[in-house]
């Protein structure tokens, strides 16, 4: 994997409100690190890194049967679900996760990342759909603070820094939204080393944890 780089972005529902973004190369180093308002930034920092796969902290997908999420469409799920296959995997691996039906309280996250995947699979970049709680999950157990809180950072900047040792000198710097896309990074260089499990259905949607 040589001259390999690999990001991860947490999404977030508008653009007013900057994606943290982050950057590893194929030792793990730190190679960027900041934060995004437009989809057209989050582009242009690809253009130049040339990731070999993007994480995203987004749902990229709807579930089959929806071609959106209005609930004055008359689009119905196929399955009877009200979310995705992978997202009733999670839920049944006791990992909770936001609802991807007509009611959800994400509808523009979801939006936006759809777009964005679109966007960047255009500029031939590949990407993946993950969810941050799901990967510490699957890396440091159940046991997790809460990601607002100061014990909870402290806890994350203290699990970062054993996972990525490169980040340390950075960590300082650091919030919930950073440590997420870090995470993201982490399971995209993951993903490439096929250390990944996939929930859901490829025809639906994916969402890659670690295995």
């Given at each position: 994997?040589?001259?390999?780089?690999?990001?991860?972005?947490d999404?977030?529902?508008?653009?007013?409100?900057?994606?943290?973004?982050?950057?590893?190369?194929?030792?793990?180093?730190?190679?960027?690190?900041?934060?995004?308002?437009?989809?057209?930034?989050?582009?242009?920092?690809?253009?130049?890194?040339?990731?070999?796969?993007i994480?995203?902290?987004?749902?990229?997908?709807?579930?089959?049967?929806?071609?959106?999420?209005?609930?004055?469409?008359?689009?119905?799920?196929?399955?009877?679900?009200?979310?995705?296959?992978?997202?009733?995997?999670?839920?049944?691996?006791?990992?909770?996760?936001?609802?991807?039906?007509?009611?959800?309280?994400?509808?523009?996250?979801?939006?936006?990342?759809?777009?964005?995947?679109?966007?960047?699979?255009?500029?031939?970049?590949?990407?993946?759909?993950?969810?941050?709680?799901?990967?510490?999950?699957?890396?440091?157990?159940?046991?997790?603070?809460?990601?607002?809180?100061?014990?909870?950072?402290?806890?994350?900047?203290?699990?970062?820094?054993?996972?990525?040792?490169?980040?340390?000198?950075?960590l300082?710097?650091?919030?919930?939204n950073?440590?997420?896309?870090?995470?993201?990074?982490?399971?995209?260089?993951?993903?490439?080393?096929?250390k990944v499990?996939?929930?859901?259905?490829?025809?639906?949607?994916?969402?890659?944890?670690?295995?």
């Amino acid at each position: 994997m040589s001259g390999y780089s690999f990001f991860g972005i947490d999404l977030t529902s508008t653009a007013a409100r900057p994606s943290a973004c982050l950057g590893l190369d194929d030792k793990l180093q730190l190679v960027y690190l900041g934060f995004a308002g437009e989809d057209s930034d989050i582009i242009a920092i690809a253009n130049l890194y040339s990731p070999r796969v993007i994480a995203i902290d987004a749902p990229l997908s709807l579930p089959l049967g929806l071609c959106c999420l209005e609930e004055s469409c008359s689009c119905q799920p196929k399955s009877g679900r009200r979310s995705r296959q992978c997202d009733q995997e999670l839920r049944q691996q006791g990992i909770p996760c936001y609802p991807t039906s007509k009611r959800t309280f994400i509808k523009s996250l979801i939006y936006r990342g759809m777009e964005l995947r679109d966007k960047l699979c255009q500029q031939g970049f590949q990407t993946i759909e993950i969810y941050p709680y799901a990967s510490k999950v699957r890396l440091l157990g159940k046991a997790i603070p809460r990601k607002s809180t100061l014990q909870g950072i402290a806890f994350l900047k203290a699990q970062l820094e054993n996972i990525l040792p490169g980040l340390k000198p950075y960590l300082g710097g650091f919030d919930h939204n950073l440590c997420d896309a870090a995470v993201a990074a982490y399971t995209a260089f993951l993903y490439c080393q096929n250390k990944v499990d996939a929930l859901g259905s490829s025809e639906e949607g994916l969402i890659f944890v670690p295995s």
